[in-house]
Every structure is written in C-alpha cells, then in structure tokens.
C-alpha cells in the first residue's frame, strides 16, 4: 500500500485518519474518551460523555440513542499525539445505520477494531469488519475490558484468525485475567507496561525489560503468573505469525493489543501504534484518475452531510475529506457537480468536542462546511478539474413506508423536512404522482423510528409511519421523453425522488421483470449514483 509511494511533505506524511469500528457496548466510547485524553484534546476523562449527555437532552432521537444504547450522531475529532496528528471519524454504531457507516468508512485511511474480551468477534464487529475489507483498509485491535474475566488469549486469537480470515499478531501480550489482571507485556519494544487499578486516569507505569529471562521481571510479577506468561509467549512466539507492516497496511494482518480502556490501560500503546504503524494519508480514486495525497491543488469530498447540529441554526454541515493539498481558509474552491465557485470562509475542524474555524487543513483532513444544502453525499470539491470521487456506496432502499402529518395543514413542513433528510442521505424520499402523503425508503426498520423522533424533535412535526403498498423501488432512466412516456401510461406506480428523478414503485418482482422486458428502451436500477 505504502510502498513506491513518493515521500510526502512532513505535514501531510504526520496525519492519521482512521475509524473506530466495534459492536454496541464493546467500549468504542470509553476509548474515544482517552485517546481525547491523551491527545490532550480533554483534561479529564468524562468530559465526552458529560457534553454528549447536555447535547442529547436537545432532542428525542438523541434520548433514543442514549436509552438504547446506540449512537446515531456521528463527528470528527482531531487532536495531536507526539509527532502525529489523529483524525478520528466517528461511526454510528448501530447495524440499522449501516449506511452511514459504510460511507465514513470511505474518508479513513484505518480502522480500529474494538472487541470485549469476554465476548470476542460479535456480529456487528464482523459487519463492519467486512466493510474494511472490501476496501482492504488496514485494521488494529484493541481487546478491551482485561481488567475482567475475559477469554483465553490464545481463543481470543484463535476466534479473530478463523472468523474474520485475518491474521492476528500480538503486539502486547496480557499477563492475568480479571482481578488478576497486572498489565501487558509489549511484545514489540520489549516493555512490562502495569495497569494502575487505583486510578483510573492514571498512565501505565512502564518498565524496560532485556527480554523474558531479565529478572527484573519477578520484581514485577509473581511467580506463577510470570512462568504462565513466559510459557505463554513462547507459544505465542512459536504459533502466531510476527507483525509484518506490510500485511498490515494491505489489510492481511492485524496487529492487537490487550487493553482496559477505563483504566486508560493499553491505550497510549495502541495510539503509538496507530502513529508508528499506521498508514499516512492514502490516494483516493476519482472516475478521471487516482489522486495523490501530496499533489498541490487541493481536492476533496463529501461523505457525510449533517443537518440541525446546532437546533438554533438551520445549518448543515457537509464532512468533507480533503484527498490532497494544502488548504487555507477562504479558498474558493470548483463544486464540482453545479460547476459553480464556492468560496469556504467559516470552515471547521472538530477539535475534541467543540467546533473550531479551520484556518487551514492538509490532505488527510476532514474539514466541516457549513452550507444550506448545496453540498451533497459524494460532491467533490476541487481548485478547477472537474473530478468525480468513487467508492461512495449508495443503497438500496429496501423498506418502503408512507409517512403522513400528524396535522395535515402540516404537509409542506413535512416535505420540507424530509427532503432534508433525503438529502443528508439518511432515507430516500419519494413523492408518488398520485395521492398525497410521502413514502420513505430505508435500509433498516429503526431508521424509520429515528426519522419520526428527529422530525417531531427538530421540525416540531409529530407523524406516522405506515405501511406502504409498495415494497420496492426503481429508478428510471433512459431519454427523457422515454421516461415521460413510460411514466404517463404508469402513474399509480410512479414517483419522484429528492432530486426530481423518476421512480417506479411496486410490490411485485413480477413487475419489474416485465417492465425490464418490454421496456428495452429504459433502465431499471435499485440504487442511485450519489452524483
Ligand atoms: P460503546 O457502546 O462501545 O461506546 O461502549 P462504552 O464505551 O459506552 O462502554 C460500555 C460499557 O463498558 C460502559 O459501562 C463502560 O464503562 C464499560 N467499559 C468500557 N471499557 C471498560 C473496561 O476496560 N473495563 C470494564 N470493566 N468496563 C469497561
């Protein structure tokens, strides 16, 4: 992956942008919580979730992800660590918010993998693992929760190796389990780093150690647990395959570390290998040509489009990549898809928790722009060509449901907010030619609930979700007056979509196959390019 790429300029080459991905309750926001920490983004560990909580009280939905466990708001944080330069893309948690996720994980360069080490792979780590795969992204593990009775090591191993079909190197190895628990052995720099169980906050202590025959060792562990870890480590040394960065980067191998996230164990150790180890910011692929990260115009896309973060302002912040450059504040950058100059003046980082104006940024980046609904999912922004960035998965809509006001003087309000969301890319939104009332299409049953609490909370609009008559949809495409023609002879199955695109609507398989048939002259899709 790294190999014969041309060095990149120091500030580029220190900038690690990488995803946390992890099933609910694995510790993924405890973690976040520490790398802020030691980032020095946070002076105190807690800080995350105290602001998180004065944010949800703001809205329902935000009730709702707190009550069931699940984060639907997703950010970017960037905050340094010695030499480097983290950016750290939130995921949404939730497998019903696959989409989102899918398209975060298209502006990192590596993901860390956080697992339970009682539970071990759980689905929708295995999910989100698949996602990396398909674009090879490097990954790291984490195994957190040592600090209680977790698996074998060698199981914990041995589970990752034959679930995910990776190879697995240790790169710190656990001594004990459970209150039993003293710290880990880094096998990479031949360090004994102990966990301090009496302050949660409180670093590792380390020590440096001449390998496992250095009898210093004993002064730090009692015997039977150190003749357990030497034999242990042997084993490990004998069975398990070495860190290879290569076969890391080309997403073959994971290095893991043991670790307690809430007693900040293990967590400095995995954010040096991030540094160490992990990859710099990487080429991305537009349809026209690859783009290298230390090219000098600035390029970069949208993945990621959130509406109402702040409820007083009707904003909406597009999360915008930056695939190369240097960028300054008050650039006027090419938005690609209206050919129109976009001059970026209140640009913003996500430092820890708070926004900040972004004066400049470097490829590898993701800047926030504030806008009012010009930039879309997938839009590039450049300093004059005319790019057009792949690899932004678009899904297709598999629950359909109508949705009406609960006050249906409020029909306009309710237009209004979905086309929000539809362009947000948080649910496809068609308009039937016949009748009233929207239908609303989703890829998982619980975004329809997070929909109906965000428009009641944010727009102020109680609705209902019904069933709809239809359950797929179709877009249409051909010449225009084709399309005209086909939709004219087919209203009570047409629709539009959020861009004025057509739409055929059905519940019947047997439908589409015959339109398919007779149609020849038209093209029947299941998802939309996001252009
Ligand atoms: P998320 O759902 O993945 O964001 O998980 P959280 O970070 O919210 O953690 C889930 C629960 O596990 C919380 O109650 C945490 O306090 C707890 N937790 C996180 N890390 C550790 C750890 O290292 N040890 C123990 N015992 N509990 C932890």
Redesign the pocket.
Known sequence: MLDNRPQLPPEIARRRTFAII????????????KFLLFGGAIQMAGQV?AKGEARRTRSDYMKMEQER???VSASAMSFDFGAYRFNLVDTP?HSDFSEDTYRTLTAVDAAIM?I?GAKGVESQTRKLFEVCRLRDLPILTFC?????ESRDTFEIIDEIQENLAIDVAPASWPIGMGRDFLGCYDLLHDRLELMDRADRNRVAETVQIAGLDDPKLAEHIPAGQLAQLREEIEMARELLPAFDRKAFLEGHMTPIWF?????S?GVRELMAGIGEFGPEPQPQTAAERQIAPEETPVTGFVFKVQANMDPKHRDRVAFVRLASGHFERGMKLLHVRSKKPMAVSNPVLFLAADRELAEEAWAGDIIGIPNHGQLRIGDALTEGEGLRFTGIPSFAPELLQTVRAGDPMKAKHLEKALMQFAEEGAAKVFKPMIGSGFIVGVVGALQFEVLASRIEQEYGLPVRFEPSQFTSARWVSGEREAVDRFAATNKQHMATDHDGDTVYLTRLQWDIDRVVRDHPELKLTATKEMM
Do not use: C, Q
């Open positions: 992890s099933h609910p309750d694995a510790g993924k926001t405890t973690l976040t919580e979730r466990g699940i984060s948690g956080v339970d957190n929760k040592m600090d209680r670790g307690s996230a809430i007693n164990f």
